[in-house]
């Protein structure tokens, strides 16, 4: 395999630069244009070491520089790989990284350090892939789950999944062997119970890999409420800015208005609906339905109430629907400026988190960032349930888990055992693709495709 070289911090003008170089050449290429002060020569230094010294372009000195060292199988590739630190300006990092090119080194394409981390077996395809969400990764949860799947629990909970129904297949195979028998009732139900699990254990992991992806891509929720209950002024003060129109006519907030806004450490993409009231008004009508939609499909309501004026049909309604779809929920008791014509008592039968504010009040913005952290606390998504994944990754889980119960209901209708053999072999691909033990070329490439070149 070629050796390969890039940029791997980011080209802008800063401290320091480091280029890597990776492959059997690096520590030659290295030796032509870097010498070292501190040590004989590039050639002697053994791993994990550095030297300090000067680079240089045909004997002209270019800058001074750290070079480590990292050797085969010991290296982010497992390749022999060279780091040069050099002055961060961005002419200099370019010219060491031209250096590199014209003493052997080929340009390394988007990923590839990490797809040759992968090739080596040093990573599954699901770590390369939180490598990449680390570098993405734009809050303390986000974070935490990169890491955690980076360190391969994702990777350890399919593995062990897939171990269990490759071991089927195995006795299942062997089982097929003697076509003239009934499976005896002891091996039948063994098997049952082999399908219950891994159906029950891809569930639970999609289950965990959505609770991942409201942790990534914030958490999705629906302000709702009857008109000029004070929804706009809400969402306003929880993106801090003047977002949507907000008037004294009842009704007027006819689009869904989507927007993120960032409470502590999470996030949350905030639309706000027109209320879930009857209408007759035909425009108002298709945001009503866009409403209900969007109230079943997601992760948490904000149920927004005026306390100065008594609670009405819709009001109660809306209280019904959402405890009815048990859906997470804050009650916001509004207008606490005003004088109150409801008790809180009225609001607690439906859902135990409520928060008194008024939305006009910016200090109560923080009063409402507490209630929802009561939520969603850290401890709500256990270390084990922060589990990251992709929709590429979701994709290969549904399939998974789709064909396991189709096995287990083939196996209850009494279909033939090869009928259920072929579902657990597609069930047990999708989960081998899933981690890249088996993934085609095309669905590799595509993922490296989305990591910046250097890494
Ligand atoms: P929406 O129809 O639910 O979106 O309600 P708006 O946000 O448009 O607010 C309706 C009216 O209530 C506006 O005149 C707001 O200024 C007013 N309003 C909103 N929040 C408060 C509050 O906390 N106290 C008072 N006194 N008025 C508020
Ligand atoms: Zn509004």
């Known amino acids: 395999m070629s050796t390969i070289c890039a940029i791997s911090t980011p080209v802008a003008e800063g401290g320091i630069s480091v280029i890597r170089i990776s492959g059997e050449n690096a520590l030659n290429v290295a030796e032509k244009i870097f010498a070292p002060h501190t040590c004989p020569s590039v050639a002697g230094m053994a791993g994990y070491t550095c ?15 750290v070079l480590t060292v990292f050797r085969a199988p010991h290296s982010y590739t497992g390749e022999d790989v060279c780091e040069i630190s050099c002055h961060g300006g961005i002419y200099v990092t370019k010219r060491v990284l031209r250096l590199c090119l014209e003493n052997g080194a080929e340009p390394a394409q988007a990923g590839e350090f990490t797809k040759r981390a992968m090739l080596n077996g040093k990573l599954s395809l699901t770590q390369a892939e939180a490598v990449m969400d680390t570098i993405a990764a734009q809050g303390e949860y986000a974070l935490a789950s990169a890491n955690l799947t980076r360190k391969g629990s994702l990777f350890g909970r399919i593995d062990k999944v897939t171990k269990e129904l490759v071991k089927l297949l195995g006795e299942l195979a062997a089982w097929v062997d003697y076509p003239e028998e009934d499976l005896p009732a002891v091996e039948e139900n063994a098997l049952r119970e082999s399908l219950k699990n891994a159906v029950s254990v891809t569930g639970r992991l999609l289950a965990d890999s959505d609770n991942g992806m409201l942790i990534k891509n914030g958490i999705d929720t629906v302000i709702a409420g009857r008109p000029n209950v004070g929804k706009s002024t809400l969402m306003n003060l929880l993106l801090g800015y003047d977002r949507s129109i907000v008037t004294e006519v009842a009704g007027t907030t006819r689009d869904v208005i989507e927007e993120s806004a960032r409470l502590g450490e999470l996030i949350f993409r905030l639309s706000d609906t027109a209320g879930i009231r009857d209408t007759e008004d035909k425009v ?156 085609t070329e095309a669905v590799v490439s595509e993922v490296f495709s989305k990591f910046c070149v250097g890494k």
């Open 51 to 65: 030297a300090y010294g000067q680079i240089n372009d045909n004997g002209r000195a270019v800058d001074d520089g």
């Open 284 to 439: 108002e009508k298709i945001g009503v339905e866009m409403a209900q939609k969007r109230l079943e499909e997601c992760m948490l309501v904000i149920e927004v109430f005026d306390t100065s004026v008594k609670p009405d049909d819709d009001d109660t309604a809306l209280l019904e629907k959402v405890r009815s779809l048990g859906k997470r929920a804050l009650i916001v008791l509004n207008k606490s400026d005003l004088e109150s014509a409801v008790g809180e008592d009225f609001f607690r039968e439906y859902c135990e988190n409520i928060v008194c504010i008024s939305a006009k009040d910016p200090n109560d913005r923080e009063k409402i960032q507490h209630a929802l952290e009561k939520i969603f606390t850290p401890e709500n998504y256990d270390a084990d349930s922060t589990i990251f994944a992709n929709e590429r990754q979701r994709g290969c889980l549904v399939k998974a888990n789709k064909n396991l119960t189709a096995a287990l209901e083939a196996l209850e209708m009494g279909e033939t055992l090869d009928a259920v053999t072929v579902m657990i072999d597609y069930a047990a691909d999708s989960l081998l693709e899933l981690t890249g033990e088996k993934a």
